[in-house]
């Protein structure tokens, strides 16, 4: 394959995520694709030190605002999906408002801005183990359960 200088401005890559379930074990992996911004190299130094920079500081300041969370870097750079689901198992379109919702779900902005990360080096997707997609209800749910401490409960 050669080299084009002109690509897209993003790009979709594979994702996998686990959830907590209702009898606190991790989910098994749920895949789906999402639509990352494409950033030049600097963009992308300053995104993995952002992130760096957050995690050695909420050790010390759960309330720091210094770096970038990873709900922020997923907010900035994250464009659209494939295989993410709402009622009725029908595909979800992508909005801001959705993705609120998808990031509201406790660690998924965490593994997503991980994934991203390893999307710059071309790691693999790893084993084809999992469920297709992510539910919207599930999703729901699990934002749910993060504010008021409810639990889970998954579908399939």
């Given at each position: 394959?050669s080299?084009?200088?002109d690509?897209?401005p993003?790009?979709?890559?594979p994702?996998?995520?686990?959830?907590?379930?209702e009898?606190?074990e991790?989910?098994?992996?749920?895949?789906?694709?999402l639509?990352?911004?494409?950033?030049?190299d600097?963009e992308?130094?300053e995104?993995?030190?952002?992130?760096?920079?957050?995690a050695?500081?909420?050790?010390?300041?759960?309330?720091t605002?210094?770096g970038?969370t990873?709900?922020?870097?997923c907010?900035?750079l994250?464009t659209?999906w494939?295989?993410?689901?709402g009622?009725?198992d029908?595909p979800l379109?992508?909005?801001?408002?959705?993705?609120?919702?998808?990031l509201?779900v406790a660690?998924?902005?965490?593994?997503?801005?991980?994934?991203?990360?390893?999307?710059l080096t071309?790691?693999?997707e790893?084993?084809?183990?999992g469920?297709p997609?992510?539910?919207?209800a599930?999703?729901?749910?699990?934002?749910?359960?993060?504010?008021?401490?409810s639990?889970?409960?998954?579908?399939?």
């Amino acid at each position: 394959m050669s080299f084009r200088l002109d690509l897209s401005p993003d790009y979709l890559w594979p994702v996998e995520i686990t959830i907590p379930t209702e009898n606190g074990e991790e989910s098994e992996p749920i895949k789906f694709k999402l639509r990352f911004l494409r950033v030049s190299d600097k963009e992308a130094l300053e995104f993995t030190s952002g992130l760096n920079t957050y995690a050695r500081c909420i050790q010390d300041n759960p309330n720091t605002e210094e770096g970038i969370t990873p709900r922020q870097l997923c907010e900035e750079l994250i464009t659209g999906w494939d295989d993410v689901l709402g009622p009725g198992d029908e595909p979800l379109e992508f909005t801001p408002s959705n993705l609120s919702i998808v990031l509201d779900v406790a660690t998924v902005s965490g593994q997503i801005a991980k994934q991203w990360a390893e999307s710059l080096t071309g790691a693999p997707e790893g084993n084809s183990k999992g469920r297709p997609a992510i539910s919207f209800a599930e999703a729901a749910q699990a934002a749910k359960r993060s504010k008021n401490g409810s639990k889970v409960k998954r579908s399939g």
